[in-house]
């Protein structure tokens, strides 16, 4: 196997981390308000992803820094193509962990509402404007022979970044990132908390599923991509299961559907080469002689030697790490109010 096609796999494994991991992250920052009718089942929702989330954005510098590393020609058409909307995701990262992180530092209902609103804000933006930065890239990009992205439509030279999101794929993808993330984080909610709290995330999941499903099938008439049907399928999985009370089989069925989608966008186009043998990365909307192939975009053997080098070393750890933390924060978050104990003084007394 080629090292370009061996890094390109491992590319493609970094965003499907990011997304499916991120994914129940995103769904879980804007149900929070949604489903936790009191202070104590926000609270809850945001303890089951307060361990993680921070792990779980590791995977985004991972997948950056591989498409850097291995096909910097594909990184440079990426960024330079959506420098806006990548700056604005950036910022909203920040300000979801903000939110995350600095709720619990300041004991006032008013307080933790504003950061509840600034988190449910921003994972409501981060999991459309991600979708529709998935959708430009099956639309592809108005790339030159040379590279140069050209400026299209009404907004002129800053239309290099915006104009691509208002394309009917970019609209598309937001939508379905949006209710992906959705049930992604219902089926989440439901396996790590108790209570009304996952009653109502199951719930969700059986109502909000059937609508995904409907667009999944539309995305697969409109890209004829066969991932997309087993993920329309994946979904009825995770509506049944959430029906029928099976958590951990929801959450299952919904992370294959997310990995299963992000993996049919980045090999949306690799077979629009294979009569010339070149695999397509991304495509151009200006015409083949614009595409960033596999082979062009591909970093020097040697820079693909050492990275690979690096990455045997690397990799596994990160993956083994993760994993364990999962493994320690397994458990369950009650969504009711803490229980008060009684005080030792009261406890010495009743046993007297």
Known sequence: MELSVLWFGIAVLAWVLFFVLEGFDFGVGF????????EAERGAAVRTVGPVWDGNEVWLVAAIGVTFAAFPDWYAALLSGLYLPMIALLLLLAVRGVA???RGKHDTARWRNRCDAALAA????L???????????????????????????????????????????AVLGGFAGVLLTTVHGATFLALRTTGV????????TVATAPALLVVALALFIAAGHAVVVAAAALLGVAAVAAWRRAEALAF????????????????AHLQTGAGT???????????????????????SPA???LITVAGVVILPGVIAYQAWSYWVFRRRVASGPARRTARPAAVGRAVR
Do not use: C, K, N, Y
């Open 31 to 38: 149900l929070g308000p949604l489903l936790g009718r009191t």
């Open 100 to 102: 995350i992180e600095f």
């Open 122 to 125: 921003s994972s409501l933006l």
């Open 127 to 169: 999991a459309g404007t991600w979708g529709a930065v998935l959708g430009v890239l099956v639309s592809g990009l108005a790339l030159s022979p040379g590279g140069e992205v050209h400026a299209q439509g009404w907004l002129g030279g800053l239309g290099r970044s915006l104009d691509p999101l208002f394309g009917p794929w």
């Open 197 to 204: 709290l996952r009653q109502r995330a199951r719930r969700l």
């Open 252 to 267: 299952a069925a919904t992370t294959l559907a997310v990995a299963g989608s992000v993996v049919a966008v980045f090999t």
């Open 277 to 299: 043998g070149a695999w397509v990365l991304l495509r151009s909307t200006l015409g083949p002689s614009g595409d960033v192939t596999l082979g062009a975009a591909a970093a």
């Open 303 to 305: 820079a693909l030697h």
